[in-house]
């Protein structure tokens, strides 16, 4: 059976790191080459608690991972890194899973606003496929570019998607509040993020300006045909990893709170990732460490509202577990494949 | 200068210990009695850092509370406790400061459906002026019985009262999320809220079935005319004290973003405990240990929709705090007597 | 290849989760039976993200539990009930692994005081090898009972033990101080573990009366020849799980600095779960979620002392893997079959 | 009665914050200046909630400092700075309390080990009364510099003064492990103090070589008469704020377990900020935000050592708190004035 080669690039962050651990059980990868400046020469066992072989290897410099010799590269770069990196890649027959938000938004025409930076590679953006299998499953067999999600954009996009496109709620007027375990803003030296700054403190950030708007928006109209400026006000909680995310969206005319359970339970019948519970019953803790999203919805037919909640852990259905089922469905394996975690 | 009598009822509760805390400081108070089953016959002074003679006092039965020698009472117990002893206390010249629901929501027909009880004192709840000064301070002045509002309420009201009032903001569909501190579960031997099952997780709970939604609703109809039903989803988060509201509201046609700061600050100039700061900064962690109120808005014009965010500690200003603001706006003190927190 | 059919007794705590979590995936284990009153008739894969057919096992109540149908039963029940309940599988030949204390101390003697129980089975007692593979892996070849270590006394054995031996450090005035997780103390409905208490806490408790005093002293000399009386400070800290140990010694004359840690290394040169560090480099992050104990041991020549740290996930490598392992151990399987837990 | 005017130079930084809080509150204190590069032109009410006229001091760069008008000078400054500054303010006329290490050691050879820095004020250093009212109130009266005791050091001096000094306790092979909150470490930007690093960790730190390691040895043997070499291990734990101190003594022959107590209720009888509570008993959370020292003493008679427990919250009885403690017995004010804290 075919074993493909892999690097990660950007391996010292929390999601390269999440990365290295997953790549380093999955039963068709050798991990080949990590890259991260901040612990170039380190051994990856001294880092981590691998076990195998790809304890043995070595970090080593970003600057060389252009050049690198492995079927796939997973990119956990920062969005200009990754617009530079992906194409030399591509050039060179690696295939590419980018987990920065480089290849998500379609139009090239939304980054300087959301990104703060011109795209200068629109061919790749409007071809690569959107590594969220539920919701895009068919474009991305076969991929060579895979645009891996956000984290807040798998939450929220996951509880949304199916409500709006069963005509039970509306396209417009959605409104969301997500909270955030602090790995979201990455590792970083920043008395922001500072033990004693984020503990016992609940704050809000960029209310209606996180750049995953427009790629919620974006997501949710491909598959339910359209989709309303949306709302979204992103909170950071003091956990160290996780997504919580509650969605009200108006309730159609007629709409009976049943059919909204029903509506998820039907989208999502069969998926190993997905489970539809409650929506009193969503928690992070039930996802940490795993590649699951558990979501529910209620209506709350007073206000004429229906809300969905949904939780993932951020660091793995929201980037690095994500990218390995993505790049299992571009491989044809089992989507599944090295994703047996144990939560916890 | 009068020196007034005070008695805590459910004095060993988190608001209980809060109110302790500050009567025991408050220059025109002497705390003639705390009452506490669970911690009968202790001294203050074990169990809290008080200096002076409320360091002596000792706990006593609740059994005995309705017959307390004391010109205030401030009840920390359950709804239906308070509705029971309320009267007795009032029927013998106390002067009573309820925290719990017993006395807010002004219709009794609500209690059954939100509380679970039938309410039968509904003169002393139509008359029962509600504690929130910033929005209701007229009705205080000499209240003998004061029903102080909910955590929730508080933080939710005092942000979305203004907006719709002035217009701005449309009193329909408002959609509400606010996570809380574990604190306002009140302290019970519960798994659900151990150390292990809270910490790291995030959680919805009773979305669109919480208590406080009638009296959210009630607050700012009062306050602006009309609040139509209104969506809230309570969240708990892994601190111990403190609520951020996210409230998303409908702009009203042609309504400008620069002026929902400007209505905010106008709500507020003068007050003590309220501050208006940008949507984006405020926190729990300023607020924490105070009477304080952080609120802001922003317009996410897109979306044509309003984002308003309220932090409070939900022991102080959603609680003891707000209850001895209440107090000493019936009794004609200064409103900050005894409220000069440290916070931190 | 054989595979064992293994049942998990006790399987709702937080040892019992994680053994079920771990024994899913091991590939020589089929789990057969789980027990656990709390959720009996439930689903397995509706508490735990399991994958596989053990997702589909029933929790059963634990009266049957004495019947089951295994070869092999891990107790993750009270000392007393895995008293009871151990003799009864052996005699069905159903081979036992204790989590308990039940069989660790030698000595029937021992329990009133330690344990509070008088101990019926003075045979099993003494025949019951100690599951601390690293100490003890002689014994546990073939073992049909195992008694496995307590979470203080795996971290705290395995760092004191081999310092002593190595007549670096004299047996006697050994002084421990030991910071836990809150999982450490069972899952319960506890004020006391509530996140509300142990949340910003640090406190001490049983010094010098915890009942792993003597499993320490009785590992130690048997490893090492003798040890002293040693004076024990257990501390309940805001985690929600791992161990980290601090253990002071005093230097043997003539003992250099660099000898300890050349001890440490010597002693577990091939291990695949103990990590040599240096002990300002200790950290319970760098082992939770695996079955690894990090130690390091540094002299403080001006006090004539040696300190050795050591840092293990109370629930792993503390519990349920170290469970594991000893039962790899003496079913003659790669002692880390299984146990290639990623971390994080 | 005269107001002291009182100036914080270093105000931004966690203990200049809480001097802040604290002396805006003093009633026999004027605040005249505050002084942070990082703040320079802010209104501290803006920072801090405040109430009355502190709200509207700005805070003023550092440089300015040595000139302040002010009758003291709080210095929450580096040692190297306070070594630099108040022989300035001290020409001047000003009285200093400085929070550094600057003016503890005594011995200016001790400092280029433990401060890596030449001690250039020899006279100064030798003359410093130390801020610990409870063990050194004699030499603090009419003092025009105090040097404030270090966090971990009062916690420990404390808790092993008085046991050394009854005889008790042998002054030699003193153990010391100490967990600290993480504002022990200061404000800054580092990504080992940030959330994700610090939460749900414990690790050890510079084990035999903190600092204040020669500043407890100097206490304890100016308090007890001698003092041998003492180890001490500190731990950085996910508490915000608070110290636990776990001591461990060689208890002398024939010394009676119950006589430790005695020692410490004895020495600490009449002091309002130290409380002797069954070892088992202490917590950071009763000490926490308040000017106090919970402590507590056991015998472990069979493994001949003393265990003693002692907890402060590190940024008040640690730093702000004593500071003010030691300014009251200076002036010649009740030590406890501006001290009633609420905790909690």
């Given at each position: 059976m075919h074993t493909c080669t892999a690097a990660v690039v950007g391996a010292s962050g929390y999601a390269g790191l999440e990365l290295t651990r997953i790549l380093s059980r999955h039963?068709?990868?050798?991990?080949a080459a990590l890259f991260s400046d901040r612990w170039?020469?380190?051994?990856?066992g001294a880092r981590l608690p691998l076990q195998g072989p790809a304890a043995a290897l070595r970090y080593r410099p970003l600057a060389g991972s252009a050049d690198v010799e492995a079927e796939v590269a997973f990119l956990a770069t920062p969005a200009e890194v990754s617009l530079e990196l992906a194409p030399r890649l591509l050039a060179r027959g690696v295939r590419v899973v980018d987990l920065s938000g480089a290849f998500r938004l379609g139009d090239p025409a939304l980054y300087p606003q959301w990104y703060g930076f011109a795209h200068d590679q629109p061919e790749l953006l409007a071809a690569a496929p959107y590594g969220l299998p539920e919701l895009c499953r068919a474009e991305l067999a076969g991929a060579r570019l895979v645009s891996n999600p956000g984290c807040y954009a798998t939450a929220i996009a996951l509880a949304v998607a199916p409500l709006v496109k069963s005509g039970?709620?509306?396209?417009?007027?959605i409104a969301v509040t997500a909270m955030s375990g602090v790995s979201g803003a990455g590792r970083k030296a920043s008395e922001d993020y500072s033990f004693c700054e984020v503990g016992e403190d609940l704050r809000a950030y960029r209310i209606g300006r996180h750049q995953h708007v427009p790629e919620i928006e974006r997501t949710v109209a491909r598959h339910a045909g359209r989709c309303g400026p949306l709302s979204f006000t992103p909170v950071l909680a003091p956990i160290r990893r996780g997504i919580l995310a509650t969605c009200t969206l108006r309730l159609a005319?007629?709409?009976?709170?049943?059919e909204l359970a029903r509506a998820l339970e039907g989208a999502y019948a069969?998926?190993?990732?997905v489970r539809v519970v409650p929506a009193d019953r969503v928690k992070v803790a039930d996802v940490a460490r795993t590649n699951r999203c558990h979501l529910g919805a209620t209506a709350d037919v007073r206000a004429g509202l229906a809300v969905a909640v949904s939780a993932i852990d951020n660091l793995v259905k929201g980037a690095a577990g994500q990218a390995v089922q993505a790049f299992n469905a571009a491989m044809g394996?089992?989507?599944?494949?090295?994703?047996d975690l144990l939560g916890g």
């Open positions: 039963p068709r990868v050798r991990l170039s020469d380190d051994e990856a039970l709620c509306l396209p417009d007027g005319p007629g709409a009976s709170p049943g069969g998926e190993p990732f394996f089992d989507e599944a494949l090295g994703l």
